[in-house]
């Protein structure tokens, strides 16, 4: 059975290349436009998080922190697709309680090995 991804990011083209890095690898992905409708469509199950760091509403550390106080999402992977790369906002991301990093513009493979090893 394919994995679920929900990839977050408030950028309609980031949303559509990385769904579409992500379906044709042959995961199933749930897309939200920011961390308020992410939090809405996580009344489904989702293997995997995927969330950009600066949105509107809610923004990824925010998102981030509210997934790991979910006793239903409390251990669901969150990985932080950003443009950002400061080592203190990797720190602030690591403290919320994200599982990983990753700096845009990614290249496709790199995305879909480190989701991979993420996965197990």
Not at 37 to 58: C, E, G, I, S, W
Not at 59 to 87: F, N, Q
């Amino acid at each position: 059975m394919p994995k679920t991804i929900l990839a977050v990011d408030d950028s309609v083209s980031i949303r559509q290349l990385v769904g579409h890095t992500l379906r044709t690898a042959g995961f199933n992905v749930i897309e939200a436009s920011d961390g308020q409708d992410a939090l809405d469509k996580l009344k489904t199950p989702v293997d995997l998080v995927l969330t950009d760091l600066n949105m509107p509403r809610v923004d990824g550390l925010a998102l981030t922190k509210a997934i790991r106080a979910s006793a239903a999402h409390r251990y669901t992977p969150v990985l932080l697709l950003t443009t950002e790369s400061e080592p203190g906002r990797k720190l602030e991301g690591k403290n919320a309680g994200a599982t990983g990093w990753l700096v845009k513009p990614f290249q496709p493979e790199q995305l879909l090995a480190t989701i991979r090893k993420v996965l197990g």
